[in-house]
């Protein structure tokens, strides 16, 4: 077989399994429906959402997935992901089952929002959802008039997106205006979900044989005997999910700060500064997903110019107790929002602090150790060494004196000392020590 046959033969089998590779599934036999799972379990971000609007458009390419289901359990996240991740379901031809699991799971602000636009919303006992009220994202804060608008225009969405299904508006309505939340066996009475499963086999029985309408129309989902197919994030994508942490993204911002602060205090390092500037970048992506506070990134990097300055300015370790109070500061203050799943936890905060602040005792620490150490080289480290004189050594006649596995020529500080006296050195006149007996 030619170079050619073999690069076409190759090429139409990935052309023919790339639509199956991307769900990460070999087609299941027909017996029964079939089903794809994907999970989410953390906030909502670019990279959750990048991943649940893969699944439905790869879904939606074969002929063979019967019905999407989401296992979701979020405290929220990002409004433009949100509204990335419904805007995929609603335009999905195949259904989509949002199911809050497992149990003691939540479906908190955007994920309110997920669950009320699906084709069929379910939870598990103990699961909750609401709380949905609008959280400012903007560093510079939201007047009155911002927040009424950003307000209303989250509750008339969610209100079109729980009619569209047939659900209580007024309800979605609560979640944004009045930050309500419900138990699942509330949600059910009040027709914000369809169904409570205690998990994914009672709900996919429960739906066999449920109308639904998508945008091919009413369509009937086959639930019954389903394969259950579970679809997990790329590398890639977990990677980005994993970077949307703040804690991963300010130990990626310090990382940076110091990988450049070590790249310009050693010119030509080369690997600090490639380290640093990769991790910088990384930490403004993950940043773009978090609510900025410039004041905390200021006293930062104002922290930062406290520890370098503590290396040339002999302040006796006063500046490096400002760049920790300031460091600990900026870091409390660099996320602003009222979430604790947006906030930097205290246990990443204070260990950098303290290692920050420790490295930079450290130098300075041995700087002042350098300025009093003893001198090793030159005439000026004979000064204090002890020797053994060789001939007798009188004020103002030189004699020879061993030190040090050398002889020297020596003259006496004040009286004169014979041969084999054992002697220290004073001081230097040239070439010439000074010295006393000892």
């Known amino acids: ?139 510079t804060g939201m007047d009155e008039t911002m927040k009424k608008k950003v307000t209303n225009d989250a509750a008339a969405y969610i209100r079109s997106i729980a009619e569209a299904h047939g659900r209580n508006g007024e309800w979605g309505e609560k979640f944004v205006r009045k930050g309500s939340s419900l138990t699942e066996k509330e949600a059910l009475e009040n027709n914000v979900i369809d169904y409570v499963a205690d998990n994914l086999d009672e709900l ?26 579970r679809i997990e994030m790329t590398w890639r994508q977990r990677l980005f999910d994993t970077m949307a942490n703040p804690n991963i993204a300010y130990l990626l911002l310090m990382l940076g700060f110091y990988g450049l602060i070590f790249e310009l205090s050693n010119p030509g390092a080369i690997l600090p500064g490639v380290v640093g500037s990769i991790a910088l970048v990384l930490a403004l992506y993950s940043l773009q997903a978090l609510p900025i506070n410039y004041a905390g990134v200021l006293l930062i990097i104002m922290a930062l110019v406290m520890f370098m300055l503590e290396i040339w300015i002999p302040s006796f370790g006063l500046l490096t107790l400002g760049g920790l109070m300031a ?44 300025q009093y150490r003893r001198v090793t080289t030159g005439k000026e480290a004979m000064i204090g060494s002890r020797g053994v004189t060789q001939t007798g050594v009188a004020c103002d006649s030189p004699g020879q004196i061993l030190v040090q596995g050398e002889v020297w020529n020596a003259i006496c500080e004040s009286q004169p000392v014979g041969e084999n006296c054992n002697v220290e050195i004073t001081g230097c006149d040239g070439l010439t020590l000074i010295i006393k007996e000892i």
């Open 1 to 139: 077989m030619t170079i050619r046959m073999r690069f076409l033969f190759y090429l139409a089998l990935l052309t023919l399994f790339t639509p199956l590779s991307v769900l990460g599934v070999v087609a299941p036999p027909d017996d029964g429906g079939k089903v794809v799972v994907a999970t989410i379990e953390g906030a909502i971000n670019p990279a959750s959402a990048d991943y649940l609007s893969g699944v439905i458009d790869n879904a939606n390419s074969l002929a063979t997935i019967d019905v999407i289901v989401i296992e979701l359990d979020t405290p929220g996240g990002l409004d433009t992901s949100m509204r990335q991740i419904v805007k995929s379901i609603q335009g999905s031809s195949v259904p989509v089952i949002v199911y809050v699991s497992p149990s003691g799971s939540r479906a908190a602000s955007a994920g309110a929002f997920i669950t009320m636009s699906a084709h069929v919303a379910a939870m598990a006992p103990g699961a909750s959802i609401g709380a949905a009220t609008p959280v400012n994202m903007a560093p």
């Open 204 to 229: 996919l029985a429960k739906v066999d044989g449920v109308t639904v309408k998508t945008t091919r129309g009413e369509v009937i989902i086959k639930s019954a005997n389903a394969t259950v197919v």
């Open 327 to 370: 460091l600990i500061g900026g870091s409390l203050m660099l996320i602003d929002s009222p979430e604790e799943y947006m906030k930097i936890s205290l246990a990443v905060i204070i260990p950098t602090a303290l290692f920050s602040s420790g490295f930079s005792f450290f130098l300075v620490g041995a700087g002042i150790r350098a």
